[in-house]
């Protein structure tokens, strides 16, 4: 027998978060996201998509009392398809499908309750830049804000019923690792002209870069299949909150006469310095946290986005860019490998230009979609 428990106390908020810790406890690949991160999700003071939607927590216990999963279920009001699609997340379970079905039911049942015909999973409510998919191949030590699980996950979504939705591709390449020749000629080309330059991402002028990316993200990614426009004010809070891990040397812009035409933004993998902290991030910890930024280097740098405006599309300018960017941060940095984050198998465009910088598939996560009506035709993700 299994009981579900809404999760509405603080004792069964702190359990919603040591469920995992128990459960990865022998896994050295598991890195405890930080608990300010998860929370903060579920706090309709933190989290706009509250604004246009509802979310709840559930605990799964035995007929002990002991947790044996947990899960986070949510309607997501701007996450428009084809059918009204629920969403299912932070799913952590015992390797049961007994237990999992349970789960994956009871998750029905409520999305069934308010109008939705299928849901997903397992995905974050809010954003897709973190805790988005279910992690199928390539179990190594998460990039911060990245979902990690067992690898007998797969099979309880799958035999539930579940189907993939989407790949969620993750590249990487050694920072040293020779650069492919497609683009040390593009940048051999655009080098000759005197209208473009090259330029790193600087922390104190932030204005004016939150400036340039927004120019770049709404005029690449405005007309793409479930985007939508970012502000400038929204980017430049997010550039200031990001302002104590940026790096002056791992981001770059490129201009054509000073007006933006391209990116390419990185981070340092925060998952190096924050598995030191146990998922707290109190006043100890954040002191811990600067003496490990300290003395710990960092060898991965996370690549976060990467955009080209149209005019600039199909001419080979990422070359010029990335190859300025890598010869400078080899000299001025200690990261010696660098990870996309995923690119879905939806977008050809991107993917090409991941292969194209001679990187290697290095973890895979899959977008599951289970439509109620079973004689439904499933549709994956359409490609842009």
């Not at 044996?68 to 299912?88: D, R």
């Not at 683009?183 to 209208?195: C, E, G, L, Q």
């Not at 993917?351 to 895979?364: G, S, Y």
């Amino acid at each position: 027998m299994i009981i579900a428990e809404e999760v509405k106390n603080e004792s069964q908020k702190r359990e919603f978060l040591e469920f995992p810790v128990r459960l990865y406890h022998h896994d050295t690949n598991y890195v405890r996201p930080l608990d300010k991160d998860i929370e903060e999700i579920f706090n309709p003071e933190k989290n706009k998509f509250f604004k246009n939607g509802e979310c709840a927590r559930f605990l799964f216990k035995n007929k002990e009392k002991e947790t044996v999963g947990k899960v986070a279920v949510f309607v997501n009001n701007l996450y428009k398809q084809q059918q009204p699609t629920g969403g299912i997340g932070f799913f952590d379970c015992i390797n049961d499908q007994q237990t999992a079905d349970f789960i994956f039911n009871y998750c029905k049942k409520w999305l069934q309750e308010r109008g939705m015909e299928a849901m997903d999973g397992s995905i974050n409510f809010g954003e897709r830049d973190k805790f988005w998919g279910v992690l199928i191949d390539g179990f190594a030590q998460p990039l911060y804000g990245m979902n990690y699980n067992f690898p007998y996950y797969k099979d309880l979504f799958e035999n539930y019923g579940f189907k993939v939705y989407f790949e969620q591709l993750c590249f990487s390449r050694p920072i040293f690792a020779d650069v492919s020749r497609v683009f040390t000629v593009m940048h051999a080309k655009h080098s000759r002209n005197p209208d473009l330059t090259a330029k790193p991402m600087k922390k104190n002028n932030l204005k004016k870069f939150a400036q340039d990316f927004t120019e770049i993200y709404n005029k690449a990614w405005a007309a793409h299949g479930e985007g939508k426009h970012i502000t400038e004010s929204k980017v430049l809070r997010m550039f200031k909150k990001m302002k104590p891990i940026l790096n002056d040397h791992i981001s770059w812009f490129v201009y054509e006469k000073e007006k933006p035409i391209a990116m390419w933004m990185n981070l340092p993998d925060l998952n190096q310095w924050f598995k030191y902290l146990n998922g707290k991030f109190g006043l100890f910890e954040k002191l811990k946290f600067l003496w490990v930024k300290k003395f710990k280097k960092n060898e991965k740098m996370v690549g976060l986005v990467f955009g080209v405006i149209p005019e600039w599309q199909k001419k080979g300018i990422e070359g010029y860019m990335i190859w300025e960017g890598t010869q400078h941060l080899r000299k001025h940095t200690d990261f010696k490998v660098t990870e996309m984050q995923w690119i879905g198998d939806f977008n050809p465009k991107m993917i090409k230009i991941a292969e194209n910088l001679d990187t290697t598939v290095t973890r895979k996560l899959a977008t599951y979609r289970y439509l109620f009506d079973r004689n439904k035709e499933f549709e994956r993700h359409p490609t842009l």
